[in-house]
Structure formats: structure tokens, C-alpha cells
């Protein structure tokens, strides 16, 4: 039996997928939160947390974005072009973002308000836009031939726009869990009493989602719910509900590893990404194009492949580096000048 260089493709964008959610998550969480935090110190000790490494966070995106390009064309096509305002709406958030990362720290105490608020619109564009398009693409996409049918509106419904909503609450919670970890009193404290209701909220929304989605798409609702699927499925809710549990429990706890609120959320993103994974495999293009169908020649995936077992190494090995180096409490008045 040969190798599936479909499937090794299909994984390795899961993983790209899956890293730019955590990694950029909760530093666009935090842009979300900061209309939360008035302290102006506390807002630098917010920025400064992640100062050292957000920019690298995005390798991962155009990893994903590109591995998607060259491994399955057909499927890069349709979204790109389905998909073409929220995309392109995301793309100047995460622009708009990143200047005025940048140019807070520079501008004059007259300006730093107006970056502030680029700071937060951006995040909350960039973060509402990947939503849409995560529910977009569970929704799946009209196809003629090879190519998409539909309107370049036929994104705005209202699941997808109630996605964009969702992915806003969970970077938040990711964020908020982070700056636990990351910060102490009294922005400490802040967090601890923010995380609570925003898990509220998430568990909320994904509650929803898991009743709408199945309802609205028979095909998902044979997945979850046909036998003996469900007997291999049911632990994915059943952890969602452990580690919200766990999670609520760490938060109050002044005992608690200040880690472990970041480490569960880190857990329920990655449960929900998979809820959402086993819901539309093996579709690419729900409801009717394959990974296999969408697949670039397996000469071109074999020679992408090459690159991308040297690349990725290295782009994990940075990352933990960075990761490493700048561990620890961020003080205030240390960080990003």
C-alpha cells in the first residue's frame, strides 16, 4: 500500500490551522480585552507579553495558506474565491493591527489612544472574519464543475456570522487565560474574574453550534449521532465538559499553576477544532469535493513534501525558543520599546 500524500497534506494543514489558532488566538484576545483594562501600564504589560513573538505567530497561516495552494488547488480556488471579502477584510485587520502594535509604543501620549483603538478594531476584525469563514466552510460552498457558483455574498448568513461572534469569545478566553498566566496583580486579578464568564459564554456558543449545525446539515448528524459513532465521538463532549470543569476550578484557585487556565483553554480550542474536523471529513469543499478530489498530482505533493519536512522543524524549533526565552511573569515597565 502506498503512501496517501493526500492525507499527509491534509494533516499537516490541520496542524498549520490548528498552531495559528492557539498562537495567534490569544494575542488577538487581547487585543479583544483591552477595552476591559483602562490602566494604561496594564495595557503595556498586556502588549508586552506577547511582544517578543506575535509576528511570529503568522508563520503558521501562510504555512497553511500556502500548503492549502500548492496541495489542493482546486480547494484554494473555490475559498479564495467564495470567501474573497471576509478574507480579504482579515487580511487589513491583521495589517491594521500589526502597525498599530508598532506604533503605540512610538506615537505620543495625545496619539496612544488612537493606536489603542486601531489595537483593539483590528483584533476584533481579524478574529470575526476567521470565524465567518471557519462556519463558511463548514457550511460548504455551491460548485459547478470546478469552480464556485455561488454570490460573493452568500457568506453573510446567519450561522456564519454567529461563527465570527464565537471565534471573538474564544480568543478572548484565550487570551484572558494567557494574560493569567503571564501577568500579576493587579491585572492578575482582572483576568481571573473575566475568565469565568467568557467560559460561560463559550460553552454557550458551543452548545449552539453543536445543536445547529447537525440540524442544519443531515449529513453531519449521521456522523455524530449514527451508531457505533457515537460511541467513539462521545468523548470529545464529555472532555469539553472535564476540562470546563477543571478550568473553572483553576481560575479561582489562587493555589492553582498559573499555567493550567491556559493549558485547559489551549484544550477546549483544540476539542472544538476537532469537533469541527470529524464533522466535515473528508470533505475540503463541503458537501461534495474530497480532499482526494481537490488534490494537486502526487508529484507535486511529493516535492512540496520535502520542503515542508525540513521547514516545519525549524519553524517548531524557533518557536519553542522564543517561547523559552521569554517565559515568565512580565513585570511592569519591562518589554516592548
Known amino acids: 500500500m502506498g503512501v496517501d500524500l493526500s492525507v499527509i497534506w491534509f494533516v499537516i494543514i490541520v496542524f498549520a490551522t490548528l498552531m495559528y489558532i492557539v498562537m495567534d488566538g490569544f494575542d488577538l484576545g487581547i487585543g479583544i480585552l483591552f477595552p476591559f483594562v483602562r490602566d494604561a501600564q496594564d495595557r503595556d504589560v498586556m502588549v508586552n507579553s506577547v ?5 511570529g505567530n503568522e508563520t503558521w ?3 497553511g495558506g500556502a500548503a492549502l495552494f500548492g496541495a489542493f488547488p482546486l480547494a484554494y480556488a473555490v475559498i479564495i474565491d467564495a470567501l474573497t471579502i471576509p478574507l480579504t477584510v482579515m487580511l487589513l485587520g491583521l495589517i491594521f493591527r500589526g502597525v498599530a502594535f508598532e506604533f503605540r509604543f512610538k506615537a505620543t ?3 496612544r489612544p488612537f493606536w489603542d483603538k486601531a489595537f483593539i478594531g483590528g483584533s476584533i476584525v481579524a478574529t470575526f472574519c476567521q470565524g465567518v ?3 463558511a466552510v463548514i457550511s460548504g460552498f455551491p460548485v459547478s464543475g470546478r469552480a464556485f457558483s455561488g454570490s460573493q455574498l ?4 446567519p450561522f456564519n456570522l454567529f461563527c465570527g461572534v464565537g471565534l471573538i469569545v474564544a480568543y478572548a478566553l484565550l487570551g484572558a487565560s494567557w494574560l493569567v498566566m503571564k501577568s500579576e496583580d493587579p491585572l492578575l486579578k482582572v483576568m481571573r474574574k473575566i475568565v469565568k464568564p467568557l467560559l460561560m459564554v463559550m460553552l454557550l456558543i458551543i452548545a449552539v453550534i453543536s445543536l445547529w449545525t447537525p440540524l442544519a446539515h443531515p449529513q453531519i448528524a449521521s456522523r455524530w449521532f449514527s451508531l457505533p459513532n457515537l460511541y467513539f465521538l462521545l468523548p470529545v463532549p464529555l ?3 472535564l476540562c470546563s470543569i ?6 479561582g484557585s489562587e493555589q492553582s499553576w498559573h499555567s493550567t487556565p491556559f493549558l485547559l483553554t489551549l484544550a477546549l480550542i483544540f476539542l472544538g477544532f476537532s469537533g469541527l474536523g470529524i464533522s466535515i471529513w473528508p470533505y475540503l469543499i463541503p458537501p461534495s469535493i474530497t480532499l482526494w478530489q481537490a488534490a494537486a498530482p502526487p508529484q507535486s505533493q511529493g516535492f512540496m513534501l520535502v520542503g515542508a519536512l525540513f521547514i516545519i522543524p525549524i519553524i517548531l524549533v524557533y518557536t519553542f525558543w522564543s517561547y523559552y526565552v521569554f517565559r515568565g511573569k512580565v513585570q511592569h515597565g519591562e518589554g516592548y520599546h
Open 51 to 55: 511582544a517578543p513573538v506575535w509576528d
Open 109 to 111: 501620549p495625545a496619539h
Open 239 to 241: 472532555l469539553v465538559v
Open 133 to 135: 469563514v471557519v462556519g
Open 154 to 157: 452568500d457568506w453573510i448568513t
Open 61 to 63: 497561516l501562510v504555512l
Open 246 to 251: 477543571w478550568l473553572w476550578k483553576a481560575v
